[in-house]
């Protein structure tokens, strides 16, 4: 039997933040806040970060790490699928690691209003290809990227 060539993989990260869901949806949708906590966290050496904040509009950015994969471009490509203002926003996109494309995603967030402020429901849908940095590593930079995310929030 051939080894599989794609894993499916969904995982769902929930988490609470104290500032009301229009600061937080101002986070998604600003290109320079969304800049700030998505790419240039973390020593990432941007090269380029492109917003179009509305329905079919795109997302794109080439930028590389500072840690082990040092000098190794990465490229998110996106689309915006649905928005709805201090509620949902939707983007399906792809990722390349060099010039090889790793994955393809759909990801979700959801904002809910909380007595303590907002509740985050981030889904992430993907289908990893050969080479890709896989689902559990990928959770795990999603963590460390809404992490970076409350920090913008605090600002």
Same mark, same amino acid.
């Given at each position: ?11 769902v ?22 800049r ?13 970060y492109?917003m179009?904040?509305e329905?079919?509009?795109?997302? @794109? ?16 490509e996106?689309?915006?699928?649905d928005?709805?203002?201090?509620? @949902?926003v ?31 429901i ?8 050969e ?6 590593? @990928? ?17």
């Open positions: 039997m051939q080894e599989q060539s794609v894993i499916h993989n969904t995982f990260i929930e988490r609470g933040y104290p500032v009301p869901p229009e600061r937080v949806f101002a986070a998604l949708s600003d290109p320079a806040k969304k700030r906590w998505f790419v240039d966290g973390g020593g990432n050496k941007v090269e380029y492109e179009e904040f329905v079919g509009g795109k997302e @794109r950015a080439r930028f590389s790490h500072a840690g082990p994969m040092k000098g190794i471009p990465f490229t998110n996106g689309t915006y699928q928005i709805v203002p201090d509620r @949902r939707v983007l399906a996109s792809t990722m390349s690691m060099g010039e090889k494309r790793i994955s393809s995603s759909l990801t979700t967030f959801e904002l809910l209003t909380a007595e303590s402020g907002t509740d985050l981030f889904t992430h849908q993907g289908a990893f290809f080479g890709s940095d896989g689902p559990e590593i @990928r959770k795990g930079g999603w963590r460390i990227l809404l992490e970076r995310l409350a920090t913008e929030l605090a600002n």
